[in-house]
C-alpha cells in the first residue's frame, strides 16, 4: 500500500523521474544509491530498480559501467544501444543469464534466469545518472517499455 510519504516523483542529479504505477518506493538500502524501487512480479523475486548519481566527473564512465554491469552476468546475452533524448545521450543495456548478485568484493549469491535493463543518462555538469533494473528476466522484459519511458522522460525533464 502507497503511503503518503512514498514519493511518485522524484530527482536524481538533474533529472526528474516518476514512479510508473505499481512500483513500489523502497527506502535505499545503501547511502550509495540514491533512490530505490521494487517492481513486484505475479510469483517469485520482485525487481530491484536503483538509482546512482555521484557528481560530475565522478562513478566512472559510462562503458566501464556498462563493462561491470555484464560482468555480475555469467553465461550472458547482452545488448547495448543509445538514443539522444532532449540532447540527453542515454545508453541502454540488457543482459541475461546467470546473475551474482551482491557487495563488489563480498560474497555473491548466483541468481540463475535473471535479467538487466540498465540506463546511463549522461550529464558532463552534474554528473551522470546510473539507473539499474535486476530482476527474474520474465519480470524484467515484460516492465522493459515502462522502464525504458520512465528514463526517457527523466531526460526530457533535464534542467
Aim: zero cysteines.
Amino acid at each position: 500500500m502507497l503511503s503518503a510519504a512514498d514519493p511518485v516523483e522524484f530527482s536524481v542529479g538533474a533529472f526528474a523521474f516518476e514512479r510508473p504505477s505499481g512500483w513500489q518506493w523502497i527506502v535505499p538500502s545503501s547511502t550509495m544509491r540514491k533512490a530505490q524501487l521494487n517492481v513486484p512480479g505475479d510469483s517469485g523475486d520482485p525487481a530491484e530498480v536503483t538509482f546512482f548519481h555521484f557528481g560530475q566527473g565522478q562513478g566512472g564512465g559510462v562503458q566501464a559501467n556498462v563493462d561491470r554491469w555484464f560482468g555480475q552476468f555469467q553465461d550472458a546475452k547482452t545488448s547495448q544501444e543509445e538514443q539522444t533524448v532532449n540532447g540527453v545521450r542515454v545508453v541502454f543495456v540488457t543482459a541475461e543469464g546467470t546473475f551474482f548478485s551482491g557487495m563488489p568484493g563480498g560474497p555473491l549469491t548466483p541468481k540463475t534466469g535473471y535479467g538487466l535493463r540498465g540506463a546511463i543518462l549522461e550529464d558532463a555538469v552534474a554528473g551522470d545518472v546510473f539507473v539499474k533494473m535486476t530482476g527474474p528476466a520474465g519480470l524484467v522484459v515484460s516492465v522493459t517499455e515502462a522502464f525504458d519511458a520512465m528514463v526517457r522522460a527523466a531526460a526530457e525533464s533535464k534542467r
